[in-house]
């Protein structure tokens, strides 16, 4: 059975659908104070004609190894997702969007913006997680609710084939998993908390809820941030391809 870990604490999976981006007031009766729950679902993106965005030349330009690049953002809501795209490498890191509807993976492009499932888990649109260090940031410190997750097909051809850079498909002792990085508003940081994305000779096929409502690290944080682990490695890191699909994030902010 896959389970979510937060130093050792295993955290309940809920089943809840979230279907459109949403923001819903409360009000809390021990300080008085209001709070707004925002459901972040990509569906506000500009999208290319192959069904993703990562990113654009309007972007701030920097040199990317002698190379042009430039750091573009996706702001929903307080949330930011940072991108960095290198138009003459045709490649990026941090945060995509897209609605491809396939779920197979042939060619990096346009396969690398494949989810397994085929569909958003609400709307059409869903994010991609492809990161080098980059990290979500909030415009005011927030607690994250949850997200929906799933595997990018790619990921999973990598599962079931071999990735190309280490031998063979997954065996039952072979696994993989997202590491999710809080960075508190205030104080010092050092939590981290694991999303199975492959162990024990399966893989997830579906969106699956990462349920942090009842993780005290992802109170009152000012960014998150991603990282791959997994048995599938060389010198220089996990060779499964690390990737990660996400939708509907929920964070709530005070007003």
Known sequence: MKT???????????????????????????????????????????LNADGYWIGNESGTKFD??????????????????????????????????????????????????????????????????????????FD??????????????WTVDAILNGDGYTPGKFEASDWFRCVVYPTPADGEGGARYEIDLASNGDYVKEWKYCD???VAAFKNIKSISFGFEGTKKNDYGVTTPAYMCIDDMEVVVEM
Request: charged content about 15%; proline content about 4%; aromatic content about 12%.
């Open 212 to 214: 942090l409502s009842g």
């Open 4 to 46: 979510n870990k937060l130093f050792g604490l295993a955290a309940a999976v809920c089943g809840m659908a979230l279907t459109m981006t949403s923001c819903t007031k409360e009000d809390n009766p021990v300080d008085g104070k209001t709070s707004a729950t925002q459901v972040i679902s990509f569906e506000n993106a500009t």
């Open 140 to 153: 005011k410190p927030v607690t994250l609710k949850g997200f929906w997750y799933t595997n990018s097909a």
């Open 64 to 137: 990317n190894y002698g190379s042009d690049a430039f750091a573009c953002s996706y702001k929903e809501g307080v949330v930011n997702f940072p991108v960095n795209y290198t138009p003459s490498w045709a490649s990026w890191s941090g945060y995509a969007v897209s609605n491809r509807t396939a779920t197979t993976y042939k060619d990096l492009t346009p396969d690398q913006y494949n989810n397994i499932t085929g569909t958003a888990k609400s709307g059409k649109n869903f994010g991609i997680v492809q990161t080098y260090g980059e990290s979500i940031e």
